[in-house]
Nanobody, 116 residues
Framework: QVQLVESGGDLVQAGGSLRLSCAAS????????MGWYRQVPGKQRELVAS???????NYADSVKGRFTISADNAKKMVYLQLNSLKPDDTAVYYC??????????WGQGTQVTVSS
């Protein structure tokens, strides 16, 4: 089992920045990839960014150039730096961890609200 706890969500004005953090605990050695997803009411949860244990990253087109994912493998922390925020970035952001056995774990989510 892996437990994930997110933090850092807040209300911010358009153009502002936030940094989200996710701490993983439990069977951390089973984690292969970690990532951030987001969801707004009535829509499917979507991938924002992911990072593998080797440091390879992947981003949704809508956030490329504005968001940066990073990880501290030793601490099993993953971060998401959100810059140049837009009202469309408003969502609940979820941390996810994929194990080598293809099990996906989710955090409880953190709210990001961007005002115009």
């Amino acid at each position: 089992q892996v437990q994930l706890v997110e933090s850092g969500g807040d209300l911010v004005q358009a153009g502002g920045s936030l940094r989200l953090s996710c701490a993983a605990s439990g069977s951390r050695s089973t984690i292969n990839t970690m990532g951030w997803y987001r969801q707004v009411p009535g829509k499917q949860r979507e991938l924002v960014a992911s990072i593998t244990g080797g440091g390879s990253t992947n981003y949704a087109d809508s956030v490329k150039g504005r968001f940066t994912i990073s990880a501290d493998n030793a601490k099993k922390m993953v971060y998401l730096q959100l810059n140049s925020l837009k009202p469309d970035d408003t969502a609940v952001y979820y941390c996810a961890a994929d194990s080598f056995t293809l099990i996906r774990y989710w955090g409880q989510g953190t709210q990001v609200t961007v005002s115009s």
